[in-house]
């Protein structure tokens, strides 16, 4: 008997989300929070308060039962801001991350976007943010947590 080998695209949604279940963004993004002083706080209600309104949004990336990629953005008038971009590590080298920041940049539509990257995962986002013109602007210590450099990109 000959074996073949079948490979079957993944289907992966790309949706913009005005109200979602935060339980299981909090699950989704428990590697991040510790990133970012009162992150769940700032979750849970700061961000979720503005959806609403319209100035956050939430863009997650799904195969229909998991999330596969998460970018929290922000919109305002003078600088539009990609909150967090998260790729759990079990779905990273799918190219998901790189389609979601096409999408997240096609949403906040601005040569005004801005995200900041925590020193621990400069070198996992560098290629993303280099790949879709981001450049680095400035990097300041003890911006989020004290000792800690956080390097601010810009389009």
Partial sequence: MNKVNVIVKQRIDFDIYNSIELSHLNDTLKNVSPLYPNFDSWL????RRNIPNGERSVLLATDGSNILGISLLKH???KNKICTFYIPEEFRGMNIGNELMSKSLSILDSENTIITVSNERIKELQPILS?????LVNSKKSLYRSGVTEHIFSL
């Fill in 76 to 78: 305002s008038l003078n």
């Fill in 131 to 135: 790949s879709h013109q981001f450049n």
């Fill in 44 to 47: 849970n209600f700061s961000f």
